[in-house]
């Protein structure tokens, strides 16, 4: 049976108050989390972006949730630090945390200084990054040179069994590929012959383990309300990569965004007031395949959110 989880959005809401909505969405009815691992936001307008590990060990210790996080190892941050964040956590609390790794964003990694290295490289860095973590999670001592440097690193505390390292992706030849190496396969919505393939590619490649989605939608009590909900928070967040993942600042996104409208903002993001219409929309979701559905409310006060589909939509759902 799919299970349905929240997305803690730290680009768009402070750290206190996500981590209450967490508490609030386990009272609900929803039964696990996610959340993103980003130095900014996308826009002014979402306006925050606190460190998703430290926010992850106190929701992990205040619900019973299990949690997720999407994060790119290679450039700001060193893989060895990563296997360290993954294994404290692994071992704080067995069987409720995984991560999902990604090739990054030039938005975030630009903090470094360093140049931006082409997708294929990033790739091909991120594999060297999957490959110390795994091993620094076995126990193992581990040096290395090459597209990331290793000297001698080793975990001290580790969990008993490794949390999952899940591909992210958002193309099915992106989603082939994460099969050569993930735990797992984490998308995003799109249209439903688009989903379908990338579970196809995920699979017919030999992937194996669960397949997640991340579902970005708006609801509000009036349809206008909705849709200034997600035009306000999301338009930015419409542009597929290249675009996504080399522009450097907010202001840049902020900028190509101007003219972004409502009709384009609905393309990527389930916009509705009718609870029945979203109940549905997840149906479908989980008749196409999808282990776990993490819903994505875009808007920056959770809790109207939480209580409606905790009310309504979960139990339809059930």
């Known amino acids: ?14 750290p206190a108050e996500l981590l209450a909505a967490v508490v609030a969405a386990e009272r609900a009815g929803f039964q696990a989390a996610m959340c993103s691992d980003h130095f900014s936001p996308w826009s002014a307008r ?12 106190a929701a992990l210790q205040a619900t019973n949730l299990s949690f997720g996080v999407v994060n790119a190892p290679g450039q700001r941050y060193h893989p060895a630090i990563i296997a360290q964040a993954i294994g404290t956590l692994g071992a704080m609390f067995p069987g409720r945390f995984w991560a999902a790794l990604g090739s990054g964003e030039f938005s975030n990694e630009h903090i470094t200084g360093d140049p931006w290295p082409r997708k294929e490289v990033r790739e091909a860095r ?26 001698r690193a080793r975990l001290w505390t580790r969990p008993e069994t490794p949390p999952a390292l899940i591909g992210a992706a958002v193309s099915t030849k992106t989603a082939a590929w994460c099969a050569g190496w993930a735990d797992g396969l984490v998308t995003v919505n799109a249209p439903e012959e688009q989903l379908r393939a990338m579970i196809s590619a ?43 993942w080399d522009l450097e600042t907010v202001e840049h996104f902020d900028v190509v965004s101007e003219n972004v409208t409502v009709d384009q903002v609905r393309k990527l993001v389930n916009v509705s007031a009718d609870l029945e219409e979203h109940t549905e929309l997840l149906r479908g979701y989980a008749a196409l395949g999808f282990d776990r559905i993490y819903l994505h409310h875009v808007g920056q006060d959770l809790n109207p959110f939480i209580d409606a589909f905790g009310a309504k939509v979960l139990p339809a759902l059930r």
């Not at 001592?141 to 597209?147: C, P, Q």
């Open 1 to 14: 049976m799919t299970e349905y989880g929240i997305h803690a959005s730290h680009e768009q809401i402070p």
């Open 46 to 57: 979402q306006g925050q972006s606190a460190f998703a590990w430290s926010w992850l060990g």
């Open 202 to 244: 995920y699979r017919d490649a030999g992937g194996t383990g669960p397949v997640c989605l991340q579902v970005h939608l708006s609801w509000a009590p009036t349809e206008a309300e909705a849709e200034a909900i997600a035009h306000d928070q999301w338009r930015s967040n419409i542009f597929p990569p290249p675009v996504c």
């Open 126 to 151: 991120l594999l060297e990054c999957v490959d110390v973590i795994r091993d620094m999670l076995a126990g193992k001592e581990v040096t290395r040179d090459g597209l990331v440097t290793v000297d």
